[in-house]
């Protein structure tokens, strides 16, 4: 572990301001990496022009540490929801204390929810049952849902058309998958987040020609910090924490592969989750 001294700092070359502000859609900040150094990893966010932070909650516990977060500092907000992960543990006392949740004034989308089918540490049937339940906490709730999908796009798909016109709204965070999965969301007019995941050589880079079919006024950006750290950067991070500060990379990033400038792609990102997330304006 890096000393806090070290991470009160960015290394100069990782400073970088982008002229409009941004939304990170997806931050992990109840992680315990960010226990030790929290205000600091804010005001590097702040320096960073990244200025609201969806702080993913994916259990309970999380869920209440994120709203309880999203309480201390201005422009952070909550997701309150069941990682699919977790889904063995989805039962009814469980459901009724997320519905409670999801009335908090800082919760902004049902989720992290979905199906993970690379890793199963819960069934295909458990998952499943903890997603349509939380699909209709979502109806009941009128929230948007915050998605997590691996190597499910299939049986992912099948269940979004089921509910689609039920639903207010739905983005697929952390888009890791092909263009026929792609399209199949665009077509359901889901939305896409995107992460560092597109700068990693190694399994990122198919993503690269897909930046373009995604329309602007349905593709947002995230960290899924501490996870995730985007592999374009142009100086080592001691450790290998990844934070909001560094989201203008990923921006950049896909900037470049979509051929516009940085500061249009931010622009229309931030927008586009404010509308999505309802955000006040001033954020
Ligand atoms: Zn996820």
Redesign the pocket.
């Known amino acids: 572990m890096a000393s806090s001294a070290v991470d009160n700092v960015l290394p100069e070359a990782l400073q970088f301001r982008p002229t409009s502000p941004l939304v990170d859609i ?1 931050a992990n900040l109840t992680h315990e990496s960010f226990d030790r150094d929290f205000d600091d990893v804010i005001a590097r966010a702040h320096a960073a022009h990244v200025n609201t932070m969806i702080v ?1 909650g ?1 259990d309970l516990a999380h869920a209440e540490q994120a709203i309880a977060l999203s309480g201390q500092y201005p422009g952070l907000f909550a997701t309150a929801g069941i ?1 699919p992960h977790d889904a063995s543990c989805w039962n009814a006392e469980l459901a009724n204390k997320m519905k409670a949740l999801h009335a908090h004034p800082k919760v902004v989308a049902v989720g ?1 929810c ?1 199906l ?1 089918f690379n890793r199963n540490f819960s069934t295909p049937a458990e998952q499943e049952h903890a997603f349509e339940a939380q699909l209709a906490l979502a109806v009941e709730s009128g929230l948007p849902l915050f ?4 190597d499910a796009g299939v049986r992912m798909r099948e269940i979004l058309a089921a509910w689609r016109g039920d639903i207010s709204d739905a983005v697929v ?2 888009f890791t998958a092909d263009r026929d999965t792609l399209h199949g969301y665009l077509d359901l007019d889901i939305h896409i987040g995107l992460t560092g995941w597109i700068c990693d050589e190694r399994r990122g880079h198919h993503l690269r020609p897909l930046v373009n079919d995604i329309p602007l006024e349905r593709l947002m950006v995230e960290t ?1 910090c501490p996870y995730l750290l985007p592999r374009n950067l142009p100086a080592k991070l001691k450790g290998r924490r990844h934070e909001p500060a560094l989201l203008p990379w990923i921006v950049k990033e896909i900037a470049q592969w979509r051929g516009i400038s940085e500061a249009e792609l931010g622009s229309a990102t931030t927008q586009t989750a404010q509308r999505f997330f309802r955000l006040p304006t001033e954020s």
């Open positions: 997806g993913t994916t990682h992290e979905g993970d998605l997590h999908e691996r965070h952390c899924d």
